[in-house]
């Protein structure tokens, strides 16, 4: 269902609890992004299942189309036949909503020769792209863009890249992947450190094409440049563990509630927050089905009474996205939970630190904000209206909170960048009026 027709959304108390399995989970966001781009390293077709039908993703599917691919799609099952050499497009790159697209694709164009144009919607022209940007002009990449490169749209000069060394202030798959794909194109072998691990999907998707990528144990990625074409990727996309986490929220907070995520990642970087509202008291299990580019399988959240307050400090890039969600739990938890070092929420698709505080101050939750987190005292959680400020995360974090209560939540069009069926999964549970 397309939201973009849709104002708000109204949802409704899950009075009696609920049982269901999600086979229907949006597909992981991270890896079809990637799928999209990757497959123009190969010089044979790629055949990718179960690609998320997301307006970000389609954007970055697209992008690849007018970069020279031929892209042919029935349904989620895409095939994407690589050109012998990517073509200078004849408009502007529009990669919608999606941080991941604009950075990762100015990693991958910064080595193509030609000329490239970056740009998205209001919101993402107004997020920081210094820390691709900066690091790329680095090693050779001419890039600019308004504020000096910092904003969106972002003109791009491709051509021959020098090797690097590059310890990141920042640690972010968006950033490290910008950097290894800019690598692939380099004159020599490059070098990569973050302080923690990062998402990873793209050191283990380039690895299984074939790419020479390695970690030492002081944590230094080895990127080889490209001698040869990649191998094309055969993969199906598994669910997406950030999208299943709404309803992981979901069984935690309602009593009675039962929620089963099939055939979703596994990948440690991914299932973070689950291992946070396990800490808070949820009955979590990890089923293992199979383990080729990501490990993949089944996950089984069970409601087991009041969540427990909790710190979240460490760990912070693998549950970024599902902090928001997270709150929701936190604000019905007993006692006052804190997040620390988790300044990047307040760049990405809204400042996520305001716009969390805001909605749950709506709703008469005690918290407050500090630099790079925030405090939440959990009570009981009241009826409100809350503005997305055009995050999906937010929509849908907010969403959650009404089946305790009745909640509206305004600017829902924004659900259609990541999870285009969640309204629907939702009415399975619960009534939502559009």
Known sequence: MSHGEFKKATVFPATDGFEITCSDI????????????????????????????????????????????????????????????????????????????????????????????????????????????????????????????????????GGTLKAFRYESPIDSAQVKSALILAALRGDATSYYKEELLSRDHTERML?????????????????????????????????????????????????????????????????????????????????????????????????????????????????????PALSIAMAVAEGRSTVKNAKELRVKESDRIATVMSGLTACGIECDDFEDGYTITGGEIRSASVDSHGDHRIAMSFAVAGLLIQMEITDIACVDTSFPNFFDILKGITKVEL
């Open 207 to 323: 690895r299984g094409m074939g790419a020479s990528i390695s970690t030492d144990e002081d944590g230094w990625i080895a990127i080889e440049p490209l001698q040869a074409p990649l191998a094309p990727l055969e993969l199906t996309v598994p669910a997406d563990p950030s999208s299943g986490f709404f309803f992981a929220v979901a069984a935690a907070i309602t009593p009675n509630a039962r929620v089963t995520i099939t055939d979703v990642t596994l990948n440690p970087t991914r299932i973070e927050a689950y291992k946070m509202l396990e800490k808070m008291g949820a009955d979590i299990r990890y089923i293992t089905k199979e383990d080729l580019y990501e490990p993949i399988g089944d996950i089984v959240i069970t409601y087991a009474g009041k969540l427990r307050s909790i710190t979240v400090e460490e760990n912070i890039a693998w549950l970024i996205d599902e902090l």
């Open 26 to 157: 949006a597909p992981d966001k991270s890896i079809s992004h990637r799928c999209a781009m990757f497959s123009l390293l190969s010089d044979r077709p790629s055949h990718i299942r179960n690609f998320l039908l997301g307006e970000d993703t389609l954007n970055s599917l697209n992008i690849a189309a007018q970069l020279g691919a031929t892209v042919e799609r029935e349904g989620g099952t895409v095939t994407i036949t690589p050109p012998a050499r990517l073509s200078e497009p004849s408009d502007v790159l529009d990669c919608g909503n999606a941080g991941t697209g604009m950075r990762l694709y100015c990693g991958l164009l910064a080595g193509v020769e030609g000329s490239f144009i970056l740009t998205g919607d209001k919101y993402l022209r107004n997020r920081p792209m210094n820390r691709v940007t900066k690091p790329l002009r680095s090693i050779g990449a001419k890039i600019d863009g308004r504020d000096n490169g910092n904003l969106a749209p972002l003109a791009i000069r």
